[in-house]
T-cell receptor, first 113, second 110 residues
Framework: DAGVIQSPRHEVTEMGQEVTLRCKPI?????LFWYRQTMMRGLELLIY????????DSGMPEDRFSAKMPNASFSTLKIQPSEPRDSAVYFC???????????FGPGTRLTVT | GQSLEQPSEVTAVEGAIVQINCTYQ??????LSWYQQHDGGAPTFLSY????GLEETGRFSSFLSRSDSYGYLLLQELQMKDSASYFC???????????FGSGTRLSIRP
C-alpha cells in the first residue's frame, strides 16, 4: 500500500484565496483525521471521520474551515478565505476505528502571505 | 477533558540511555502510544501500552502505570538519527480519537 497520500505537498497562496487540501487514506481504514501543526500550538486535531461521517469537528478553528469525506477513499479540507495565521503543516491520518495506531500522510505545508 | 504533559526538550549523548516521561489526565483511557517525528517529516507510530508494564521493541521500550497515569519511553544506545520529537498520545473516552501531547524534542550530542 502507498500509505496515506496528501496533495499538494506545498501550497503558497495570498490572503483571501481559497485553499483546498486533499487526502487519500489507506485502503480499508475507516477513520480519517485532519491535524494542523505549528510551532506555537503543536499538533492539533481539527476534525475526524468514522465511516465517512464527521464525528468531532470541535477542533475546527472557525467557519472559514470546512472538511468533507464524500467516500471512503477521499477527503478534503478547505479554507475560505485563507489568512496568514492559517500558515502551518496540515496532516491527514487514517486508521482502523478500533486501532491505537494512526498512519500519517506526508503533510501539506501551507503558507499564506 | 484530556491533557498530557511531557518535557519540551531533552538532551542526551550518543550511545547513552534517555527516558521521556508522560503523565496524562483523561476521562476514559484506552492505552498510551508513542510517536516519533523527525524535522520536516510526519509522525510515525513507535509503540503502544494497553496494560501496565514494559513493552520492548529493539532499542526502544515503553512503560505504563495506569494507577499513576504515567508512562515513559526509553531509548537505549542512542544514535544521532534518534534526534527527533517524541509525542505521547492517549485514546479518548470515545476510543476513536487520539489526543497527542505537546511533544519532547530530543537532541543528541556526539
Amino acid at each position: 500500500d502507498a500509505g496515506v497520500i496528501q496533495s499538494p505537498r506545498h501550497e503558497v497562496t495570498e490572503m483571501g484565496q481559497e485553499v483546498t487540501l486533499r487526502c487519500k487514506p489507506i485502503s480499508g481504514h475507516n477513520s480519517l483525521f485532519w491535524y494542523r501543526q505549528t510551532m506555537m500550538r503543536g499538533l492539533e486535531l481539527l476534525i475526524y471521520f468514522n465511516n465517512n461521517v464527521p464525528i468531532d469537528d470541535s477542533g475546527m478553528p472557525e467557519d472559514r474551515f470546512s472538511a468533507k469525506m464524500p467516500n471512503a477513499s477521499f477527503s478534503t479540507l478547505k479554507i475560505q478565505p485563507s489568512e496568514p495565521r492559517d500558515s502551518a503543516v496540515y496532516f491527514c491520518a487514517s486508521s482502523l476505528a478500533e486501532s491505537y495506531e494512526q498512519y500519517f500522510g506526508p503533510g501539506t505545508r501551507l503558507t499564506v502571505t | 477533558g484530556q491533557s498530557l504533559e511531557q518535557p519540551s526538550e531533552v538532551t542526551a549523548v550518543e550511545g547513552a540511555i534517555v527516558q521521556i516521561n508522560c503523565t496524562y489526565q483523561t476521562s476514559g483511557f484506552y492505552g498510551l502510544s508513542w510517536y516519533q517525528q523527525h524535522d520536516g517529516g510526519a509522525p510515525t507510530f513507535l509503540s503502544y501500552n494497553g496494560l501496565d508494564g514494559l513493552e520492548e521493541t529493539g532499542r526502544f521500550s515503553s512503560f505504563l502505570s495506569r494507577s499513576d497515569s504515567y508512562g515513559y519511553l526509553l531509548l537505549q544506545e542512542l544514535q544521532m538519527k534518534d534526534s527527533a520529537s517524541y509525542f505521547c498520545a492517549v485514546k479518548d473516552s470515545s476510543a476513536s480519537k487520539i489526543i497527542f501531547g505537546s511533544g519532547t524534542r530530543l537532541s543528541i550530542r556526539p
